[in-house]
């Protein structure tokens, strides 16, 4: 101990401070080690939990005694690394509702003296919970909730309203629902309840937004449509289809030119009416005649015989056969139902960047054509055209004539030069505007460090301080008090007493 206290005595105030800091740093990692040495290792039991979920998947843990921890704002539930498995498999083995939503386990624990109202109200929470586990089971739905709307039928009377349903989806973030998702959540409800058609289940997003169409036709059920779902429905349908074709377009002028080197873009004009066309037509048979001439099909025959009475001076009689024959012609009819959303008319607009001669853009147009589907009869045009004739072109007086049937020669408006003019001009004075503004940047960055230069000076040279009069005759008798002291004569000093 001795020797610990003259050592310490001997080192300096700069090493007694390092040993110092240098025994807390290793005591402190010691401690760290220990604990995280002791601490058992966590692992994420259930992530992206609801707050109701979360409550009673932690109340179940504590009727377990299964030690566990939140993470993630409460969102997810933390249990020691050795028991997740076990765990969880206890968890799913229990009937914990989750998604606040009950399936058939409902009946597990059912009492025989229930009522058939509360029988019937409990088969309705168990499917709508099912429903509801199977569309979580679908990827991007991060929470979802069903609605069934069952008429009642007695043994007297039958409800004449149809059974519905709705399905509300929270969608996880950066997600959307696909139109073919929707339809299938339709058709599975639709097939999981007695008697609801697929129009008839109506689904929502988080929102409040539908993602359901109406549609009108009979496979649906619905009879009647409003003018805006209807109108909604044609214009997703022409949306799909020019986006089909732009899809189709464009790739066959990014393989030719190389990735966007080219802009494509195309107008559909869709015949949405439905019509139903009857053909009939009679189908002539041949006969027997040599000729081969069409003769009816013969259905019947019959031949009868009689004889006639001799004439005046003859002995014998005359026998008369008769034969009759029935035929029947033959008959086709037949019925074409002609679907919605043929195609009525098309044109397609092209522009590349190269610089493309006429023969070039008459190939171009060519195999563009041909790649869209292009019919001259139905109306279709096409304009291909480069990226210098179009700049030249508008700052031309006057357009060239564009290839349209029945397209009447157009002019430029006045306009149109002054506008590519006035871009020019834009553009040197945003060059300008830019050359000014760096200017203005700089000048405010000199004064800026002008300022603080200026501060840095005043802090480093404080002004003097000003003494009251008691102040100054307090340093005088110091001063005076200090002299005699030092034994100093005052006529020498010059310091009057």
């Known amino acids: 101990m001795a020797h610990f206290i003259d050592m310490w005595t001997g080192l300096g105030r700069g090493a007694r401070t390092g040993l110092v800091a240098g025994s807390v740093a290793i005591v402190s990692v010691m401690i760290a080690l220990g604990v995280w040495a002791y601490h058992p290792e966590h692992q994420i039991l259930f992530a992206d939990l609801a707050p109701r979920d979360a409550g009673a998947m932690t109340a179940e843990l504590d009727k377990m005694k299964v030690p566990y921890s939140l993470g993630e704002n409460g969102t997810a539930i933390l249990v020691p690394r050795e028991m997740v498995y076990k765990t969880r498999l206890a968890l799913m083995g229990k009937e914990v509702p989750l998604h606040g939503a ?9 009492d025989f003296g229930m009522t058939e109202f509360v029988q019937k109200v409990n088969y309705l929470r168990a499917i709508q919970g099912e429903l509801t586990r199977t569309i979580l089971a679908i990827d991007g739905v991060q929470n979802a909730r069903v609605h069934l709307a069952i008429p009642e039928n007695g043994l007297f009377k039958k409800s004449v309203t149809k059974p519905k349903a709705s399905v509300t989806l929270t969608m996880k973030n950066g997600q959307a629902m696909s139109e073919a998702q929707v339809a299938g959540i339709q058709r599975l409800v639709a097939a999981s309840v007695t008697d609801i058609a697929s129009g008839d289940v109506t ?27 209807a109108g909604s429905a044609q214009l997703d349908a022409k949306r799909s289809t020019e986006e089909y074709m732009v899809k189709k377009v464009t790739a066959v002028l990014d393989r030719t030119f190389g990735p966007g080197q080219a802009i494509a873009s195309v107008d559909i004009v869709l015949n949405l009416d439905r019509a139903r066309l009857t053909t009939e037509e009679v189908i002539p048979a041949k006969g027997k005649a040599p000729e081969g001439a069409p003769t009816g099909v013969t259905v019947r025959e019959r031949q009868s015989m009689r004889e006639d009475a001799a004439p005046a001076g003859k002995q014998a009689s005359a026998t008369v056969t008769t034969s009759e024959s029935d035929y029947q012609v033959g008959r086709r009819v037949e019925q074409t139902s002609v679907a919605a959303g043929t195609v009525r008319r098309m044109t397609v607009s092209v522009v590349v960047k190269q610089a493309l001669t006429d023969a070039q853009l008459a190939k171009l147009r060519e195999v563009v054509g041909l790649a869209l589907g292009f019919n001259a009869q139905r109306g279709d045009a096409i304009v291909v055209n480069s990226m210098d004739r179009l700049v030249s072109a508008i700052a031309s007086p006057a357009l060239p004539t564009p290839d349209l049937p029945n397209a009447a020669p157009a002019t430029v408006p006045a306009a149109a030069v002054s506008i590519a003019s006035a871009g020019t001009r834009s553009v040197a004075d945003r060059a300008s505007a830019e050359v000014v503004v760096w200017i203005l940047a700089a000048l405010v960055t000199l004064i800026a460090l002008a300022v603080l230069v200026h501060a840095l000076l005043r802090r480093r040279a404080p002004a003097p301080v000003l003494l009251s009069v008691e102040q100054r005759e307090k340093v005088l008798q110091d001063v005076r008090r200090w002299v005699s002291a030092q034994g100093v004569d005052d006529a020498v000093t010059g310091v009057p007493k």
């Open 102 to 110: 009950v399936g058939f386990e409902v009946f597990n624990n059912a």
């Open 203 to 229: 689904v929502l997003d988080q929102h409040g937004v539908a993602l359901t169409r109406v549609q009108g036709d009979e496979e649906s059920g619905a009879g009647s449509v409003d003018a805006s779902s």
